[in-house]
C-alpha cells in the first residue's frame, strides 16, 4: 500500500441506467407525445428537448419524437448503513427518456457527507448493492423495500399504467426480461491532498502524463473498485489487465478525459467521473452529455436485443403456419411490425449529435462493448431468413399437389 493521505469524498452520486422497450395500442411503434399522454396528469417536468439543459453544444440539435419526463428530485430519503449503524442523507433524482422504441430510466442517487463522517471507497461500493434484493447493508430506511429496482418498477407501472388507466403503451420486453442489472455512472467529489494529485494537468517535469499515470497509481486499488463494481473482499487490480494509453507509457488506469480537471475511467461495467466539484465546470455540462450518451446507446441496445428475440420467436411459430393456412394474415402482418420496427432501430441519433474529442472516443467505445453493429447485422440476417421461409411457405401451399413428392412415398 503506498503511503498516501486516504481517498475521501464530499459527495459520491451513482447514476443507474435502466432501460425497457414499449409497444403502442395497436402499432410496435409508439408515439411518445400521443401515447403517453396519460404522465402530463402526473407532477412531472415534462420535456420534448433534450433530457439536460447543461452540456456540449452538439453538431445538429435534431428534432425528435423523443420526450423525457423528469421526476421531482427528494432530499427526504435516507440510507441506513447497517455496518456502522449510521443513517446518511440522500438525494433521489429519476429522469424517463422515450423515444418510439424504448426508453430509459435513470435514477440518480447522492449522498453528502456528515459533520463527523467522511464518505470512502466502502460507502461507493455500497451505494452499488441498493440493485441486490439480497444485501441489505445499505437500503433505503424510508422504504426498505424501494431499493433502486423497486424504483424503477414503480416507475413503468407509471408508464404502462394498469388495465383500468388510460395508458396506451405496453412493456414489450416484460416477457423476455427476468431482471436486468443497470448500467452505471458514478461521479466522486474528491477531497483534500487526494484531489490535488488526481486532478492535476501538466507540471514542470519532462514527462507529465508519466506523472499523471504515478498520481493516479497511489489511488489505483481505491479507484478500480469502484470503477469495476468489485464485489471481491480485499481487490487488487492485476498490473498487466490495462494496458498502457501509449507504446511508452505505463499500464494501469488513465483518464480519457480531455480536461485533466475532470478525470474519465471506462470499464465493461461502469464509467466513472472524479472531480472537485459536481456542479461547476467541466463536471456540470460534461457529466450530463456523458449520461445522455449513455442513455441513447443503452435504448437502442435493448431494443436490438428485444427485437432479435421477437424474430426468433417468429421464425418458431412459422411452423404452426405452415400447417395452418388461417395464420397466414397474422405472420404478414408480423413480419411488417418487424421491418417496422428495424426501420426505427437503425436511426441513431448518436451518429450526428456527438461532439468533443472525449465524448466522441467514449462513444465509439461503448458501441464496441453493446456490440451495436452486430447485433444490427444479425437483424439483417434473421429478416432476410424470416422472408425467405415465408416465400418457401407461400410457394409450397400454393403449388401442384403433384409437384411435392414426399420421399417416402410409395412407388
Known sequence: MPNRTPLTFKTITVHFIYSFVLRGPDRIVIRPAEDLAHLSKRNLA???????????????????EARHYQYPGTDTSEIHDRDRNITIPCHVER???????????????????????????EDALKMFSLVVNDDDTF?????????VPGLFKATLDDICGTEQSDSKVQQLDREYVERQDPWVVTVLEVTG??????????????DPARTKMLNIRDYEEDLAQILFRSIAKGFVLEPAYLSA??????PGLFSVNLDARLNVHLSHRSMLCVCRHAQESPANYFVPSLLDLCELARSRWHSLVILNKEIDKTLFNLRETIRNESRDPWLRQEIMEIREWLAVCMDDQLMYTVAGDALSR?????????????????LFQKVDLLDRLYQDVVALRYSSPLAVVRPDAAV
Open 46 to 64: 415534462i420535456c420534448p428537448g433534450p433530457a439536460r439543459k447543461k452540456g456540449i453544444l452538439p453538431h445538429l440539435l435534431l428534432k425528435s
Open 95 to 121: 429522469l424517463v427518456r422515450v423515444s418510439p422504441t424504448g426508453g430509459t430510466c435513470t435514477i440518480s442517487v447522492t449522498i453528502r457527507q456528515l459533520a463527523d463522517q467522511s464518505l470512502g471507497t
Open 139 to 147: 437500503t433505503f430506511e424510508w422504504n426498505a423495500d424501494a431499493f
Open 193 to 206: 491532498a487526494a484531489a490535488d494529485k488526481l486532478l492535476v494537468g501538466s507540471s514542470n517535469d519532462s
Open 245 to 250: 494509453p501509449s507504446a511508452i507509457g505505463l
Open 362 to 378: 467514449i462513444y465509439h467505445v461503448y458501441r464496441e462493448w453493446l456490440r451495436l453493429e452486430s447485433l444490427k447485422e444479425l
